[in-house]
């Protein structure tokens, strides 16, 4: 991983083949760096369709769906496995037919790559999250190893923090006050 996006990057330039529906005829969409131009967005990533913690997430993002409307974010989730495998994994999974958000098909693996995130033996993507602000600016990212699931809430807590565009201190949660707050009270 020499090259990587991390925060302050702007995010790399895409257009991708999506899983959006698995009704027959209405499967397909490109989404592009247009599709959420001008709006927060969260892209998080993981390494395989078809295994044991990614549906965990996937389906944890997928309940959590209207707290990222409810912020004025756009979800996508993403790995390099191709739209074909995407659909089938939504159509054989219970927990993954009712999906809200697009699965972005990276199968040429090159925004992966751009991001700096695959791993350097199977060339899959690592458990990365990335948050991106209106601008099209990184403004956070997490990576997990192949073997730990995310943590949704901190995904949000975070997104919350970035959305205050104030000093936030450790453990911050919505509605508390920030630093920016207090410094001016004082």
Same mark, same amino acid.
């Given at each position: 991983?020499?090259?990587?996006?991390?925060?302050?990057?702007?995010?790399?330039?895409?257009?991708?083949?999506?899983?959006?529906?698995?009704?027959?005829?209405?499967?397909?969409?490109?989404?592009?760096?247009?599709?959420?131009?001008?709006?927060?967005?969260?892209?998080?990533?993981?390494?395989?369709?078809? !295994? +044991?913690?990614?549906?965990? $997430?996937?389906?944890?993002?997928?309940? =959590?769906? /209207?707290?990222?409307?409810?912020?004025?974010? #756009?979800?996508?989730?993403?790995?390099?496995?191709?739209?074909?495998?995407?659909?089938?994994?939504?159509?054989?999974?219970?927990?993954?037919?009712?999906?809200?958000?697009?699965?972005?098909?990276?199968?040429?693996?090159?925004?992966?790559?751009?991001?700096?995130?695959?791993?350097?033996?199977?060339?899959?993507?690592?458990?990365? !999250? +990335?948050?991106?602000?209106? $601008?099209?600016?990184?403004?956070?990212? =997490?990576? /997990?190893?192949?073997?730990?699931?995310?943590? #949704?809430?901190?995904?949000?807590?975070?997104?919350?923090?970035?959305?205050?565009?104030?000093?936030?201190?450790?453990?911050?949660?919505?509605?508390?006050?920030?630093?920016?707050?207090?410094?001016?009270?004082?």
């Amino acid at each position: 991983m020499s090259n990587f996006v991390t925060v302050g990057h702007a995010f790399p330039t895409f257009n991708k083949q999506s899983v959006v529906s698995i009704e027959k005829g209405k499967e397909f969409a490109f989404i592009n760096n247009d599709s959420f131009k001008g709006k927060w967005a969260v892209m998080f990533w993981w390494p395989k369709d078809f !295994t +044991f913690v990614c549906p965990t $997430e996937i389906a944890e993002f997928n309940k =959590n769906y /209207n707290n990222f409307v409810d912020r004025d974010t #756009v979800l996508y989730g993403a790995s390099t496995d191709s739209e074909f495998v995407h659909a089938a994994w939504r159509r054989d999974h219970a927990d993954l037919r009712e999906l809200k958000f697009p699965m972005i098909a990276d199968t040429n693996k090159s925004l992966a790559e751009a991001l700096g995130i695959l791993t350097a033996d199977e060339k899959v993507a690592y458990r990365a !999250t +990335f948050i991106i602000d209106p $601008e099209g600016i990184v403004r956070w990212v =997490n990576i /997990n190893d192949l073997s730990v699931g995310r943590n #949704v809430d901190e995904v949000l807590r975070v997104l919350d923090a970035l959305q205050t565009d104030e000093l936030c201190p450790c453990n911050w949660t919505k509605g508390e006050e920030t630093l920016t707050h207090k410094l001016a009270a004082e």
